[in-house]
């Protein structure tokens, strides 16, 4: 399906705008003159709140929506708090992808994560990895809640033919990113402590794991810029990895 042009003065909710990647792609929406942004802070509008969410696309209906808002944090964070984790993102996605559709939004994007491949994809990770073998099990319960979320755009355009295309990035780091000592990903956390150490004179710094891992990082704005392409241009059933998302080896 080749998507329609979108007109620049169209609607477009950006959910979580004030996170890592809603901002940026903010900031690439207004940089293409796009004019009509739909911004709610999590204490204005609470998306896992089901009556709040379809109050608000009932009152305001936008015509594009990218999905930007999650629970998300870094190996240790997904580790310790899966029970949020999983249910706070199934809540969310649940909500903006079924008041979209109810309210007859245009085209919605959706952001998942590399973390959706098995440990043990094949490197580069191909999208056919997608359910072909067990997840990595420290954040096995957000890549669930991810991999339903795929499953429910490809859902609804076969049930509905409503245009939901979802978009899987790699490890991400840029401007707006959570720099928490525990809870972030790893290049904010190791930016955060290596500046620490520099500015406090310490020695040695401490980092976690074996030193294996190998993972692919991603500026936000260049995933910005394809967040815009695939709203732009894209409107299929395959999700799309954005970065090659080198995961596993933990
Ligand atoms: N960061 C990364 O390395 C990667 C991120 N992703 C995906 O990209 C997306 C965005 O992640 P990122 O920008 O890093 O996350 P951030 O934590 O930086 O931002 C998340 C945003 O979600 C909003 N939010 C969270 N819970 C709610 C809620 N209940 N109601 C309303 N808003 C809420 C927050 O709002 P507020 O600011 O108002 O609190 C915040 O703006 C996620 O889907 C994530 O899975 C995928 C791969 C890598
Ligand atoms: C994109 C993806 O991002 C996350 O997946 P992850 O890449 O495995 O997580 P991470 O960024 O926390 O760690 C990468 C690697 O780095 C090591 N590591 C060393 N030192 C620190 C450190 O100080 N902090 C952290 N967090 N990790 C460290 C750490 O042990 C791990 O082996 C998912 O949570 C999931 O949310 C997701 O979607």
Redesign the pocket.
């Known amino acids: 399906m080749d998507p329609a042009p979108i007109d620049k003065s169209a609607t477009i909710f950006v959910a979580g705008h004030r996170g890592l990647v809603g901002s940026a792609v903010v900031r690439k929406l207004k940089s293409l003159c796009y004019t009509n942004l739909l911004l709610r802070t999590h204490a204005e509008l609470d998306l896992t709140s089901q009556s709040s969410v379809d109050a608000f696309f009932a009152s305001h209906k936008p015509h594009y929506v990218i999905l930007a808002a999650a629970k998300?944090?870094?190996?240790?964070?997904?580790n310790t708090y899966p029970a949020d984790f999983i249910t706070i993102n199934l809540q969310i996605q649940t909500n903006v992808i079924s008041s979209a559709f109810k309210h007859n939004t245009r085209k919605l994007l959706f952001l998942g994560?590399?973390?959706i491949y098995p440990k043990f994809a094949p490197q580069p990770i191909p999208e056919s990895a997608l359910l072909t073998g067990p997840l990595?099990p420290?954040?096995e319960w957000?890549a669930i809640a991810k991999i339903s979320g795929i499953k429910m755009c490809q859902a609804f355009r076969i049930q509905h033919s409503f245009d939901a295309i979802s978009a899987m990035p790699?490890?991400l780091y840029g401007p707006n990113d959570n720099f928490h000592p525990e809870n972030?990903?790893?290049l904010p956390?190791?930016l955060r402590?290596f500046h620490e150490a520099k500015v406090n004179n310490v020695e040695k710094v401490i980092?976690?794991?074996s030193g294996m891992?190998l993972?692919e990082f991603l500026h936000v704005d260049d995933l910005a810029d394809a967040v815009v392409f695939l709203l732009e241009n894209y409107s299929d059933m395959e999700h799309v990895n954005v970065g090659s998302g080198e995961g596993g080896n933990?």
């Open positions: 998300v944090g870094g190996i240790h964070a997904n994560s590399s973390c990595e420290t954040n957000y790699t490890n972030s990903h790893v956390a190791l402590r980092v976690w794991g891992p993972r933990h």
